[in-house]
């Protein structure tokens, strides 16, 4: 599976952004997918997860209320959009898949990752 994340760029705090992550090479309709993410200095962290039909989802809590993951396994993309965002969600973001939503809470049992895309939030 191939992942590849979009959709970041430079916004004002407060502003709004919409990653997207397509996969291509196989089906990821079975696999729980998340997006984490990795700010310098700082360790990468998991920012929202969803199951493989759609029916669950996690936010992490420094981001419940603003930020969406969203999936359409008829266009192999899963989506985040991000609102009311600010200077500290900069960050790498990065789009991944994982088997089991069982083991989607650990970052190292996810299987395929894409590479990342920038937000860069101003202040």
């Known amino acids: 599976v191939h992942l590849q994340a979009s959709g970041g760029g430079l916004v004002q705090a407060g502003g709004s952004l919409r990653l997207s992550c397509a996969a291509s090479g196989r089906t990821v309709s079975t696999y729980t997918m998340g997006w984490f993410r990795q700010a310098p200095g700082k360790e990468r962290e998991l920012v929202a997860r969803i199951s493989s039909s759609g029916i669950l989802a996690y936010s992490a809590d420094a981001v419940k209320g603003r930020f969406t993951i969203s999936r359409d396994n008829a266009k192999n993309t899963v989506d985040l959009q991000m609102n009311s965002l600010k200077p500290e969600d900069t960050a790498v973001y990065y789009c991944?898949?994982?088997?089991?939503?069982?083991?989607?809470?650990?970052?190292?049992?996810?299987?395929?990752w894409g590479h990342g895309t920038l937000v860069t939030v101003s202040s």
């Open positions: 991944a898949a994982v088997t089991s939503w069982a083991i989607s809470f650990v970052s190292d049992r996810y299987s395929f």
